[in-house]
Structures are given as C-alpha cells and as structure tokens.
T-cell receptor
Framework: GQQVMQIPQYQHVQEGEDFTTYCNSS?????IQWYKQRPGGHPVFLIQ?????EVKKQKRLTFQFGEAKKNSSLHITATQTTDVGTYFC??????????????FGKGTKLSVIP | DADVTQTPRNRITKTGKRIMLECSQT?????MYWYRQDPGLGLRLIYY???????NKGEISDGYSVSRQAQAKFSLSLESAIPNQTALYFC????????????????FGPGTRLTVL
C-alpha cells in the first residue's frame, strides 16, 4: 500500500544548530500530520497541513506542505535539548472498502548535543 | 494523554501464553486504534474500530484479535504470544469529525511494553 517515506532516520545536532526532517509520498496526499514522541513517551500531535504549499509555524518549528502535496518537511531553528525525540509524519493510505487510514512514516530520531 | 489509559504498562510473558492488553478512554471518541511500535519501523496499525459494532484489520493483524466492549474500551489480545510480538503497543483514539479518519487527530495512550520470552 501507499507509504510515506521519511528521512533521515537519525540526526545528531549540536544545540543551537538547525534540523530538518523530510516526508515523501509517491502519490498526492489530501493532508499530512506531524507528531512528536519524546524518549519513553507516546506520540503527540503537532500539526496538520491540508493546502498545497501551506506553511505553518509553531515558535521555532516550521512545517511545509509541498506544492504537489507529495512531500512535507519539518524544520526546527536553533535546536534545544527539549527538542529531543522522534518526529513522525503521517498521511492517508487506502485501507480497502473505500476507507483511508493514517499511515505513519518510520520517524526521524533527533539527538541534541548540549 | 491522560484521557487514554492502557493496562498493563509493562508485561513479560512466555511463548504460547494468551495476553490481553486493555485500553480505556474518557475523551468520548468513537474511533479507537491499536498500533505496534518497533525500533526503526515506526507505528504500524494492527486493528481499528469506528464504533462498538465496527472492527477492521490494519496492516499487521495476523496473530492478534480485538474486542470493543464499549465506546470507551478497546482491548487487544495475543492468543498465543510469540517472541517477535515483543514490542511497544499503543492505543489511540480519534474523534469523528466527518472528514474521514485519515484527517483525524489521534490521541495516544502511554503505551504497553510487552516482552515475549
């Protein structure tokens, strides 16, 4: 079935450096969601993008949805140790009988070196 | 999210044993899900339920079964546990906003870490 591919799998950055994770799909997505999972925690919803070319910001986090709605990115400016965790993108995938379910990418694990 | 609870939080069992993981929610959501998380593989959907009478298989349902006892309760069973079912299991809920499940925000429980020896 349709998958959302996420890269990189791991990223180690020095505190204060920027970080970007990318999510790609072979087909057009109606929407894309981003979640964050802190170490030892559970995924928590960050944002949903719906419109082509959409850009949304949450403090130091910038989320983009591509013009063709096949890719998305999450950019963190000046990382802090509180940004540590795994970031997942999630998009709809056909699950049969006319139903679409949310399918998660494999995630990007961010480590921040103080 | 404290509105979604899972029991037990940790479980160690032996191959061949029957195991039940339970999920309860006070969010009043109709839709509930069970996911499995393995290192490097992300979150994979096992089963989902849109209401008490609706149960659907997800990507990796083999070896698992579920029961939706009430709107607030959704349990996952491993009839005969095997070592490769060792994983972190998450329950999640979402509200039916009418735009399709793939646009719902999902709210995850704290997870159950299951080890099958």
């Amino acid at each position: 079935g349709q998958q959302v591919m996420q890269i990189p799998q791991y990223q180690h950055v020095q505190e204060g450096e920027d970080f970007t994770t990318y999510c790609n799909s072979s087909t057009t997505l109606s929407n894309i969601q981003w979640y964050k999972q802190r170490p030892g925690g559970h995924p928590v919803f960050l944002i949903q993008l719906v419109k082509s070319g959409e850009v949304k910001k949450q403090k130091r986090l910038t989320f983009q949805f591509g013009e063709a709605k096949k890719n998305s990115s999450l950019h963190i400016t000046a990382t802090q140790t509180t940004d540590v965790g795994t970031y997942f993108c999630a998009g709809p995938a056909y699950s049969g009988a006319g139903s679409y379910q949310l399918t998660f990418g494999k995630g990007t694990k961010l480590s921040v070196i103080p | 999210d404290a509105d979604v609870t899972q029991t037990p939080r940790n479980r160690i069992t032996k191959t061949g044993k029957r195991i039940m993981l339970e999920c309860s929610q006070t969010k009043g959501h109709d839709r509930m899900y069970w996911y499995r998380q393995d290192p490097g593989l992300g979150l994979r959907l096992i089963y989902y339920s849109f209401d008490v009478k609706d149960i659907n298989k997800g990507e990796i349902s083999d070896g698992y079964s579920v029961s939706r006892q009430a709107q607030a309760k959704f349990s996952l069973s491993l009839e005969s546990a095997i070592p490769n079912q060792t994983a972190l299991y998450f329950c999640a809920t979402s509200d039916n906003l009418g735009a399709g499940a793939a646009t719902d925000t999902q709210y995850f429980g704290p997870g159950t870490r299951l080890t099958v020896l």
